[in-house]
């Protein structure tokens, strides 16, 4: 397991965007894969990306796949969450996982979690 720390979140008009931040402790990070996930007002969370370990593929959710970007800095320990062209439907808790193993978009399979940060989309 590793300790994860969000950061980034926020309330921003439609269309606009947002960089979510995941910080990790660890020597041995880029070995883990991590995903995001949200969670909705009233509904079950869902998966919204993960990036694979050591190579850094990645891997959307469709109904985010042509507005984010999962991207990651290992010097950093961190992972991010490019969000354009925010819509109202964005507004979630969005929360960062990791694994130490291959990439995957199923919540069972990381042991690790953040904190959750807000994301606010007002129309």
């Known amino acids: 397991q590793v300790q994860l720390v969000e950061s980034g979140g926020g309330l921003v008009q439609a269309g606009g965007s947002l960089r979510l931040s995941c910080a990790a402790s660890?020597?041995?990070?880029?070995?883990?894969?991590v995903a995001w996930f949200r969670q909705a007002p009233g509904k079950e969370r869902e998966f919204v990306g993960t990036?694979?370990?050591?190579?850094?593929?990645?891997w959307h959710a469709d109904s985010v796949k042509d507005r984010f970007t999962i991207s990651r800095d290992n010097a950093k320990n961190t992972v991010y969450l490019r969000m354009n062209s925010l819509k109202p439907d964005d507004t979630a808790v969005y929360y960062c996982?990791?694994?130490?193993?291959?990439?995957?978009?199923?919540?069972?399979?990381?042991?690790?979690w953040g904190q959750g940060t807000q994301v606010t989309v007002s129309s």
């Open positions: 996982a990791a694994r130490l193993g291959v990439w995957s978009n199923r919540e069972t399979d990381f042991d690790s």
């Open positions: 660890g020597r041995t990070f880029s070995s883990y894969s």
């Open positions: 990036i694979n370990r050591i190579v850094g593929n990645t």
